[in-house]
């Protein structure tokens, strides 16, 4: 019997590559495969307007069909009326029983964080705070002097400041496309003027920013893409040094960073312990999926993004339940087919297991 699988994304594009191939390796599995958008779903009837693919021309058909069996969530969410409309839709499906998503996604920023303080994996998560208005902004900045700000639902790098306070003068730095933007305030007076604007826009955590730059005063972080395998199980999937440009604030490969494989990056790190460092992220690795999935509800992959401060110390800075899969493309080119076999696996496995009450989350 086919199962059917559905790849979900606010914008569908048939000329993806990522989705054109997991389409071509649909072909000899028992998987009907299809691309739509959440706002192309008709509730009334659990239909949806999308694109199959056709495994005999290899190709994306337009058509209309019922929701499929299981879902491959890839939306991304903004501020828009869209992805509004589009959340309260996704979040109507996973309540809908005969409906599996592969996962289920995670919670903001602030909430993963309120949740892993109190984990066992608290001591590798930086102090954090919510920002409740300017004048808490400003106090948080009085106290840490260099802090980092990001919106609590962001992505990518999105909307990320680093925010200084010397000599009495405040620095705000961002990064607009690719190159970074750079504001003095003279007085806290338009300090607060500012972030009342931006504040009015975005809900923002703030963490104290970690040191951990290159000799080329370049930032950098370790990234981790993990996944489940064709029986349910957690695997790291590909790891890899992330590095930003000099001077810069974010390693996101988005916002100007660069992919390297760890053993490489090793070689010009002879003065670091890298023995415990492996030994600390092994261990990290092996708990935090399950960690996860037992506080919030059922994942399918993960990007980890964990930062190795100037004193070795590790801490995990970014969880992401939809990462992008560049680090594979870019450092692993031989495990593309296994990549886009994946969902498809998985899709097969969870059609072979029965949950009776199964956490859907939420947002």
Not at 165 to 171: A, H, L, Q, Y
Not at 243 to 272: C, M
Not at 295 to 304: A, D, N, R, V
Request: glycine share 6%.
């Amino acid at each position: 019997m086919d199962h059917s699988l559905g790849i979900m994304t606010l914008n569908p594009d048939p000329s993806h590559p990522y989705f054109n191939e997991i389409g071509r390796h649909s072909v000899p599995r028992k998987v009907e495969l299809s691309l739509f958008s959440p706002l192309s779903i008709s509730p009334d009837h659990e239909t949806v307007e999308g694109f199959v693919y056709n495994k005999s021309a290899c190709t994306w058909k337009p058509e209309v069909f019922d929701i499929p069996e299981f879902i491959y969530d890839r939306t991304y969410y903004d501020k828009s009326i869209q992805s509004r409309q589009a959340k309260l839709v996704v979040q109507w499906m996973k309540n809908l029983p005969h409906i599996r998503f592969l996962g289920y996604g995670l919670p903001n920023k602030w909430r993963l964080y309120e949740k892993l303080k109190e984990s066992p994996l608290a001591p590798y998560i930086p102090e954090t705070f919510l920002v409740e208005n300017n004048v808490h902004l400003l106090n948080l900045l009085s106290s840490h002097k260099d802090i980092i700000m990001k919106p609590v639902d962001g992505a990518h790098g999105f909307a990320v400041y680093h925010i200084t306070c010397f000599d009495g003068k405040v620095t705000v730095r961002t990064t607009k496309k690719r190159r970074i933007s750079s504001q003095g305030f003279e007085s806290s007076a338009t300090f607060l003027r500012w972030a009342d604007r931006l504040l009015g826009r975005h809900t923002f955590i703030v963490q104290e920013r970690i040191s951990n730059r290159t000799e080329r005063e370049t930032p950098f972080d370790l990234r981790v893409l993990m996944n489940k395998d064709q029986y349910g199980e957690w695997r790291e999937f590909q790891r890899a040094i992330r590095e930003g440009t000099e001077g810069g604030i974010l390693t996101n490969i988005s916002r100007g960073g660069s992919y390297f494989p760890q053993d490489e990056w090793k070689k010009g790190q002879s003065n670091t312990d890298w023995d415990g460092i492996e030994a600390e992220l092994n261990d990290i690795l092996e708990q935090l999926p399950y960690l996860l999935e037992a506080s919030f509800s059922p994942l399918f992959e993960l990007g980890i993004d964990i930062l190795i401060a100037s004193d070795h110390s590790l801490w995990i800075l970014d969880i992401n339940s939809k990462p992008g899969h560049k680090i594979v493309e870019a450092l692993a080119h031989e495990k593309l087919g296994t990549l886009y076999q994946t969902p498809l696996e998985y899709c097969e496995y969870l059609s072979s297991e029965s949950i009776a009450s199964l956490r859907r989350g939420d947002f």
